[in-house]
């Protein structure tokens, strides 16, 4: 049925005249009514009759039932999924996807065929990235609807949104696509199946549920949408594959080694992964954290408003394992990492979050919450931290630390004579101490810029700041700093005080700097990598 009339005809011509050999059978396979109709063409006479002269034995081949189409549909899907984890097949929302329309775009073998072989050559090398629900619908829909694939490609920025204020324009956003779709296809409920943002129309889905898409390579996930359609990657994407070939690693040298190829977005992603991971590998996760936490230290935050801290995602893996423990198991975990990591930032707030329903550190944070520690238990872990950073004080790192500021203001809660005394200590080099301490932050609106605050707070507790504001200027005007020295904090000392810890941005301060004579340029630094 792939041949032209005059090629079905002379194909039969072949077969009969040169082809009659002894104790030779041919067996042709044919569609009666397609050749028939062909050689009824080319003969002016009946195809069927011309057959009947040629052909000595016609055996009809039924159609295939709906029961045997299917066994034989899922036999292929089966033997591409068997050796799938559970947990990476998601068998409801699968079911969501077959029942909504994915199933119809099969009407014959050839069409199972042609898809099971493109499935199969893509699988294969990209298994490690591909969430098998997204792949299988997605390739269905490019075998069968390319139209609808490119309004899928074109609105990427729409489907990988998750979270919005679920206002009118979200909505005419995912009504004009809609539109779109419905010109081309009638599947679009397959598409609220592997798109969330869809399903809910608009609305705002959690972060864990965010962590556990992106950790099961979803394509509603922006680092993942284009990998579905070029196979390319980032260079700071991490697979599923190396995740988990970090939980299970034995050798302290090789998992040394796999962390430090990371750069400060691929450990970002590291962390999500692992939290999406935990339900179902928390006793392995739980092992290797206090190695993760303490080479956190080495990178650096993103600036982004859609990825959160490495801090609220560790915390949140501890807090995860923490509710399938009991509450002495915990806390004896928790004690043991206070006494040996040396990451205290990363200490610092895992105390923070759980002393937040103690109203411990900050009033008003137990509002609605559960107290699990007692005050006596937070107080402990505390002095635990206060008294390892005493002794980092004494060191010279402790003026090369950028998380200073950070260990300050932590003392100044219940400890505020410490930071006198080793304020005291070294005098000498108050300047570098003050230099280095910058409140930073990240804003976002038409475009993209860094904070900065002078950590007023805790200075004015500690010294005189107007006594020392004329030398320091003095100090900035006559640019006598050595080359790499701190001076950020400086100039916010000695800038007006903004009501309500308002923030600056660089370019008010390098117009400050301009202003007055001061020779030095600040600068954004943005951490995509």
């Not at 009659?20 to 009514?33: E, G, H, Q, R, S």
């Not at 002269?53 to 999924?81: A, C, G, M, T």
């Not at 995740?243 to 190829?261: M, P, R």
Request: proline share 2%; hydrophobic share 35%.
């Amino acid at each position: 049925d792939r041949l032209n009339n005059k090629e079905i005809k002379l194909l039969f011509q072949l077969i009969k005249a040169v082809c009659n050999f002894p104790n030779i059978t041919y067996v042709l396979a044919y569609d009666k009514d397609i050749v028939a109709n062909a050689l009824s063409n080319e003969q002016m006479s009946d195809g069927s009759k011309y057959l009947e002269k040629i052909i000595q034995l016609s055996i009809n081949v039924p159609d295939s039932n709906e029961e045997d189409f299917q066994s034989y549909f899922f036999s292929k899907l089966n033997f591409l999924i068997k050796e799938l984890p559970q947990d990476e097949f998601d068998s409801n929302r699968w079911g969501y996807i077959f029942r909504n329309g994915y199933y119809s775009y099969f009407n014959n073998l050839r069409d199972v065929n042609r898809y099971i072989n493109a499935v199969t050559f893509k699988y294969s090398s990209y298994k490690n990235v591909l969430n098998m629900v997204d792949f299988l619908t997605l390739e269905a829909i490019s075998l069968f609807e390319p139209k609808l694939l490119n309004v899928i490609k074109e609105n990427k920025a729409l489907l990988c949104k998750s979270y919005s204020a679920n206002s009118a324009e979200d909505k005419s956003s995912i009504d004009n696509f809609y539109s779109q779709c419905k010109e081309v296809s009638n599947k679009y409920e397959i598409l609220k199946y592997i798109f969330p943002y869809l399903n809910n129309n608009g609305a705002y889905y959690d972060n864990e549920h965010y962590t556990q898409y992106k950790s099961h390579g979803r394509i509603c996930v922006e680092e993942h949408f284009d990998f579905y359609f070029s196979g390319q990657l980032t260079k700071s994407y991490i697979s599923k594959e190396f995740v988990k070939s970090l939980i299970y690693e034995e050798s302290e040298q090789v998992f040394e080694e796999k962390i430090k190829s990371l750069n400060n977005k691929s450990f970002a992603l590291l962390l999500q992964y692992l939290y999406g991971f935990m339900k179902d590998n928390n006793d392995k996760i739980i092992k290797i954290m206090p190695k993760v936490i303490e080479y956190s230290k080495n990178y650096k935050e993103l600036t982004n408003f859609k990825v959160f801290s490495n801090s609220i995602y560790i915390y949140g893996i501890l807090e995860l394992w923490f509710k399938q423990q009991n509450k002495k198991v915990y806390y004896n975990w928790i004690e043991n990492l206070f006494k040996k990591s040396n990451n205290f930032y990363m200490l610092i707030q895992i105390l923070y979050d759980m002393a937040s329903a103690n109203d411990f550190y900050y009033k008003n944070q137990s509002l609605n919450k559960e107290k699990y520690f007692t005050d006596e238990e937070i107080l402990y872990l505390h002095n635990l931290i206060v008294n390892r950073l005493e002794k980092y004080f004494k060191t010279e790192s402790m003026l090369k630390d950028d998380k200073l500021v950070n260990y300050l203001r932590f003392l100044c809660f219940k400890n505020v004579d410490i930071v006198k005394k080793w304020i005291k200590n070294n005098n000498n080099k108050l300047y570098t101490i003050l230099g280095l301490c910058v409140y930073k932050g990240y804003g976002e609106s038409q475009r993209r810029f860094i904070t900065y605050r002078f950590p007023f707070d805790i200075f004015e507790q500690i010294i005189d700041l107007d006594k020392i504001k004329p030398e320091v200027m003095k100090y900035l005007k006559n640019n006598i700093w050595e080359e790499n020295s701190p001076v950020l904090g400086l100039l916010l000392l000695t800038m007006p005080k903004r009501p309500n810890d308002e923030y600056y941005e660089s370019f008010e301060i390098n117009k400050y700097c301009q202003e007055n004579g001061i020779t030095y340029n600040c600068e954004d630094e943005f951490i995509d990598e």
